[in-house]
């Protein structure tokens, strides 16, 4: 194993993990808006953003779909030295990460009709992220707001399935968005 | 002119206070240790341990001093404390074949290999209070004799090879832990005999009595129940292999139940299962008796509507920290519901009475 | 307390609160299941709320909790001490000042901003549980969106009643989908429940967490021609003559005299601070109450 595999992670777990955890709340519970986040430094090419989600929320209970783009052993290494989640297929995964072109939307679960929540969060690596392009409505947005989203029509369907459907972080760099299921993009 | 009452900081401090004093009691008493409880509560104890689903006798015995012998606030420290403990992994599962046995009956058979056990059991003391142990509580050594080094088999192994007892499914999964997962229903059967081997003892103790009372008879016999030390082994993947990691003392109880057969099975019995930890045995007892009313889907017989045999029932309610818990925060304040309600029965009241008036009226 | 990790809770169990909250965002109104752990406080004592602001807090937060909108009720200062000592944040009475609400049974009168977050204790998150004891059937009634036991339930009060004769925990319908318990809050707080703030709500011994997201529809259950009433006291506070906030009512002698004052006593005592004095209130003094 690499030195720099066991680098990179939270220098302070528990606090560092709950300024993320704060940033990725507010962000889910505010579609759209953008927050930057610190404390995590992956090996590439996982951003910033996504490496800090990672470390916030999973662990052995959370298995992970890498999609082409991301699945390299370094980026394997250094998931399961610092947060000893497994790998799975896409249909199995809580969480999946990657570009919005290698990621195999259809495949990942979006619930059971008795449990809705049983659906996974695809983090989504972005070129470019900010408040321009799809206009926004829904539950936690005021009035609307926009957000730079790779495509329109995925993102109207999933939101067709509510109250199933899949929920989205976009990140770039070190800064990050979120989507969940109950936001209607224009 | 009103002044609105405050202090509730000080209230709580003071409350405090009070109750080490009165945990402590007359001090002119001497002090109990944690070792006196340990060794001469050790029933207390070990309902402790079963309840609070944490195998440690000193631990135990803490916190039965803390709690001033209220044994349920006595779990409920235990679980407080044994809930974030970090996981170092999971052992695996206790051979009770290999049990040293400290007793061992049976109540269908009168002799079996490995013999009728006694031990150490209450069962024959005539409930006479005894009052030299007020003054003297020094007990003279007991007749004692070499454990014999053969294991015991289960009685029922008996009636296995007969193909009398129906097979119990095996499988080597990893079973749900209702400690790390949100309970969810149906249940598996693992998963109900972990919730009951935490339940508390007087609630499955009732639960297994109905069944014996008519709700949901199963005609249970005692085939087996043994109590002894069982060596606990855990996998260790950077070696390959187990290794022992220490030694625990269990209660194993198995019923053998009568059933019906059906169109496709001749007749065969069934079998109820308990294990809890320590010395336990109306624990055990009660648990095999309620694991076995609850199996009636899987073995195709009625459901009667009894209590025992539903399992949402039995498992939402069984956890004596939860219900203590919710039962007691009825002390809590309440102003704003009531208040909500006062208002509303007031208005009702008023509009009731209105209606009359009028009626009269007209 | 040094023996404990930051806010009590293991991180593992942090991370499995915080995806339940995450997921409870995603589906507002929906009852996420989750592990609760034992706490070091009984069950019905404000575990959930205490799991969940053990998993949302950070040091810089500032953290008030009430019960039944008071911030020195025993239990709400027994929760406040636990996460001075565990988690080491600042803590106010001070609605205003406060990033953090635990709250039990009352929503704060002054509104919330979108900065501030506010964590519900819940006694039982089911809204439908009085109806139909069962989990297995309510779960089934959630997932094909069967509330009409509860319309019925609303509707035989009227007949009987003329009146809902709900008068806390009044349930709600969020954006149109899931009815959800609001937690025992007075009906008069429901129209707050749509609101600036993030609102999670945490059920520890039914092993529930459900949240609101900001903005978001929230909207009482009624019928046409009996529109939902938030109703309070007809009374104006007694210490600082609020007209607008809810009132508990005490028993002040032994003729049964009563009196009324704001639930509320942040709301209570900052409008006592800037000259407000209510029929039996005295001008507002530092330390004197």
Known sequence: MQAHVLEGGFDNHAVDSSHAFRAVMTAMARPGQIATLQGALPPAPLSKAAGVVLLTLCDPETPIYLAPSHDSQQLRDWITFHTGAPFVTAEAAIFAVGTWQDLPVSAFAIGTAEYPDRSATLIVECESLSNTGAVLRGPGIKDQTALSLPKTDAFQSNAALFPLGLDFIFTCSDRLAALPRTTRVG | MYVAVKGGERAIDNAHAWLAE????????????????????????????????????????????????????????????????????????????????????????????????????????????????????????????????????????????????????????????????????????????????????????????????????????????????????????????????????????????????????????????????????????????????????????????????????????????????????????????????????????????????????? | MSDYNFAYLDEQTKRMIRRAILKGLAIPGYQVPFASREMPMPYGWGTGGVQVSAAILTPDDTFKVIDQGADDTTNAVSIRRFFQKTAGVAVTEATTEASVIQTRHRIPEQDLRDDQILVYQVPIPEPLRFLEPSEVETRKMHSLEEYGLMHVKLYEDISQHGDIATAYAYPVKVEGRYVMDPSPIPKFDNPKLEMAGIQLFGAGREQRIYAIPPYTQVVSLDFDDYPFQPTKADHACDLCGAEDSYLDELIVDDAGGRMFMCSDTDYCTSRRKNGHVGAQGVPFKEDAA
């Open chain 2, 22 to 362: 009165e945990r402590r009691g007359d001090t002119d008493v001497a002090e109990l240790s944690v070792a006196q409880i340990r060794e001469q509560m050790a029933l207390a104890v070990n309902r402790v341990m079963a309840e609070g689903s944490l195998y440690d006798p000193d631990l135990a015995a803490l916190a039965i001093k803390q709690s001033r012998g209220d044994l349920i606030e006595a779990i409920f420290l235990i679980r407080a404390y044994r809930t974030t403990l970090p996981r170092f992994g999971g052992s695996n599962p206790i051979d009770t074949d290999t049990m040293q046995c400290d007793r061992r009956v049976s109540a269908t058979f009168k002799d079996a290999p490995g013999g009728q056990v006694l031990g150490p059991t209450f069962d024959y003391t005539h409930r006479l209070l005894d009052f030299k142990l007020a003054a003297d509580g020094e007990a003279p050594k007991a007749p004692s004799t070499t454990a014999p080094t053969e294991p015991t088999p289960h009685i029922m192994s008996f009636l296995d090879r007969e193909n009398l007892i129906q097979p119990e499914k095996t499988s080597d999964a990893t079973p749900d832990d209702l400690t790390r997962k949100p309970l969810e229903l149906p249940a598996s059967r693992a998963l109900r005999l972990q919730s009951l081997a935490r339940a508390d003892e007087g609630f499955i103790l009732g639960m297994a009595y109905s069944t014996q009372r008519g709700y949901a008879r199963n005609h249970a016999f005692v085939a087996e129940l043994r109590i002894g030390a069982v060596a606990v082994e855990m996998d260790i993947p950077e070696l390959g292999f187990a290794i022992d990691i220490g030694e625990i003392t269990v209660t194993e109880c198995e019923t053998v139940n009568q059933f019906q057969g059906s169109k496709t099975e001749p007749p065969q019995f069934t079998r109820g299962y308990g294990l809890v930890f320590g010395m336990t045995e109306r624990k055990a007892i009660s648990m095999a008796l309620v694991d076995r009313a609850l199996r009636w889907k899987e073995l195709g017989e009625d459901n009667l509507g009894a209590p025992a045999q539903d399992e949402e029932f039995v498992l939402y309610h069984s956890d004596n920290i939860q219900a203590t818990g919710f039962l007691e925060h009825i002390k809590l304040p309440h102003y704003v519901d009531f208040q909500s309600e006062l208002e509303l029965i007031r208005k009702l009241r008023r509009e009731a009475q209105d209606a009359m008036s009028q009626e009269a009226a007209q």
